[in-house]
Structure formats: structure tokens, C-alpha cells
């Protein structure tokens, strides 16, 4: 080995030192930095304040919904619906109060009143059919909800948090207003 390459060698080798050196200060520099500031970001807010912000945080990368698959996907999507379902029925609308009127005013007269959907309007001719069908089968598909030839009525008139007894009302309140 000639003395230039001697000489290039120990330059080179002192670089490949010196740069190995500044990233083992750059790697500790950043740990520093992440255990002081970004570990809790919290850290110095009130409790209270703390909570609300992680809170915030955790609701900012929650899914936003899921996947299923197969019969275990089946089970998961039905838990899920009656947990939803069960959610709804808390706020039952109305206060739970189970008056006809009431309930027709704020719900089922949008459609009702206008015959909006091929919905029957409060007339005893658009009623007959469905009446000769019985009060039964008429409660039944205003809770499930139905689709004839005439429209559709969608189930609990498209408020899903309708108690059974409350759609019943609704129903028997109607047919009694009929002229």
C-alpha cells in the first residue's frame, strides 16, 4: 500500500468516526426530546382538562367502523346492532308518552298529510283495504315496516327508537281519525 492510500485510508476512516458519532448524538438528542415533550402531552394541564384532551385524541383514531366476516362476523355485526339499537331505545322519543296525536304530529303527518312515498292519507277510502287486513297486521308493518304496491312505509315510521307500544298507538289513533 502506497503512502497516499495510507493517507486516504486514515481521512476516510476518521470521517466514517466523526458521522457515526454525530448519529449516536442525534439519536440521543431525539430521546431526549421525545421523553420531554411527546410521551404525555398532557403533561402540565389540570386532570380534568388532561382527560378531555386524551379522550379527544383516542376518538380522533377510533375506527370508524368494522369488518364482518363468516359466522363469527354474523354474531359480531347482530351484538352490534342491538348494542345500537339498545343505545336508541334510551332516548325513546316523546318521553316514553304514549299518545297518538302527539306522536302523529311530530312524525308520521310529514308523510300522512302530504302523501309523500305513495303514503294513505287520513281519508277512509285509503284506508279500507288495509283495515280489512286488521289492526294486527297493520301495527306489524308499521313496526317492521312494509313496502306495497302503492309506497313504502319504512319501519317505525323512520324513527328506529319508537317504542312497540308507541307505533301501536300511532296506528289506532289514525284509524280512528279517519273520515
Not at 448524538?25 to 421525545?34: G, K
Not at 352490534?80 to 325513546?92: H, I, P, Q, R
Not at 304496491?149 to 279517519?178: H, I
Request: net charge positive; charged share 20%; aromatic share 6%.
Amino acid at each position: 500500500m502506497s503512502k497516499t492510500d495510507g493517507v486516504f485510508l486514515k481521512h476516510f476512516l476518521q470521517i466514517i468516526a466523526l458521522l457515526v458519532v454525530i448519529t449516536v448524538a442525534l439519536i440521543v438528542y431525539a430521546h431526549i426530546i421525545n421523553e420531554r415533550f411527546y410521551n404525555d402531552p398532557t403533561k402540565g394541564m389540570g386532570d380534568e382538562r388532561a382527560k378531555v384532551e386524551r379522550d379527544r385524541a383516542i376518538a380522533t383514531i377510533a375506527p370508524v367502523g368494522g369488518v364482518y366476516a363468516g359466522a363469527t362476523g354474523l354474531a359480531a355485526k347482530a351484538a352490534a346492532d342491538a348494542a345500537a339499537l339498545a343505545e336508541l331505545k334510551k332516548n325513546v322519543p316523546y318521553g316514553g308518552r304514549e299518545d297518538g296525536a302527539e306522536i302523529y304530529g311530530g312524525l308520521c303527518k310529514a308523510c300522512h298529510d302530504t302523501g309523500a312515498g305513495g303514503s294513505p292519507l287520513l281519508l277512509k277510502s285509503a284506508w279500507t283495504a288495509r283495515i280489512a287486513q286488521g289492526e294486527e297486521t297493520m301495527v306489524r308493518h308499521a313496526i317492521e315496516g312494509f313496502q306495497g304496491g302503492a309506497g313504502v312505509m319504512p319501519a317505525r315510521g323512520g324513527n328506529p327508537a319508537l317504542t312497540d307500544a308507541q307505533v301501536a298507538v300511532s296506528v289506532r289513533w289514525m284509524v280512528s281519525q279517519l273520515k
